[in-house]
């Protein structure tokens, strides 16, 4: 497993902007696809956004595409999410997570390691 630690969040008004940042342990970083779920108050875990161990390959929920993009470094051993024009919406607490599955619109249940969390909250 991959130890996992996001920071970023935070309150912003709609249309705003935040980046969120995951740092990752361990030396094999760039062999794991990186994904970045979100789950509001009720609701179930959903996917955002994914990419490949090489970073060449994305995918994006459609809620998200044209506004949020993902994007890793290997050699910091993070990925990143850049979150524009935000919406109420996309309030939620975001997750970053590893796993060596496809980076094509992976669940919730294909990964094994996570972090903590970060809260993102979007006024109106």
């Known amino acids: 497993q991959v130890q996992l630690v996001e920071s970023g969040g935070g309150l912003v008004q709609a249309g705003g902007s935040l980046r969120l940042s995951c740092a990752a342990s361990g030396r094999t970083f760039s062999t794991y696809t990186m994904a970045w779920f979100r789950q509001a108050p009720g609701k179930e875990r959903e996917f955002v956004a994914s990419i490949s161990g090489s970073g060449i390959n994305t995918a994006y929920a459609d809620s998200v595409k044209g506004r949020f993009t993902i994007s890793r470094d290997n050699a910091k051993n993070t990925v990143y999410l850049q979150m524009n024009s935000l919406k109420p919406e996309d309030t939620a607490v975001y997750y970053c997570?590893?796993?060596?599955?496809?980076?094509?619109?992976?669940?919730?249940?294909?990964?094994?390691?996570w972090g903590q969390g970060t809260q993102v909250t979007v006024s109106s």
């Open positions: 997570a590893a796993s060596r599955v496809s980076y094509y619109y992976p669940s919730p249940a294909d990964f094994d390691s």
